[in-house]
């Protein structure tokens, strides 16, 4: 019989590590899901269904907002139209997700003859400042969707400054 090893500190190899870090994970990530949670995460108050349909209306202000600010400025229009398709596409993704009519937003007063882009930077700023803070009274989808939009608005301020 062979003699034994002398008893003493164990070192883990890499791969022993790794896989007793990957088995705790896998017990961590069993233990905080179910389904009943995310059921509970996606279910919507009715405060939230008539929040998130106002961010509708807002963001549809904003498209409008858009098309008087290139109306009145075509340079702009050139220079800044993929913000606008943008805006209109980030509407219809709140659409999908406030389902219903809903109804069309109106720009804070039309764009000065001179000025049109500090104009709809203040209103696309309006815009961001609203779909961040109803980002903080929903949740999963919904909270992550107002808060990429408000995000994107941020950059289409800096981006018009």
Do not use: K
């Amino acid at each position: 019989m062979p003699p034994l090893a002398p008893a003493g500190p164990r070192t883990f190899t890499r791969r022993t590590l790794l896989a007793v870090s990957a088995a705790g994970f896998a017990v961590a990530v069993a233990g905080c899901t179910s389904s009943s949670s995310a059921d509970e995460r996606d279910a919507v108050t009715s405060e939230q269904a008539d929040e998130l349909a106002a961010q509708v209306t807002v963001q549809s202000a904003l498209v409008a907002a858009y098309d008087l600010a290139f109306t009145a400025d075509p340079a702009l229009a050139a220079a800044a139209a993929d913000l606008a398709t943008q805006a209109a596409e980030q509407l219809e993704r709140l659409r999908a997700a406030a389902p219903g009519d809903h109804p069309a937003g109106e720009p804070s007063g039309p764009p000065p003859a001179v000025g049109a882009q500090g104009w709809l930077r203040a209103q696309v700023a309006v815009a961001a400042t609203s779909h961040a803070s109803a980002c903080l009274d929903q949740a999963g989808g919904r909270a992550a969707l107002l808060g990429s939009i408000a995000a994107g608005l941020r950059g289409h301020e800096a981006r018009l400054a």
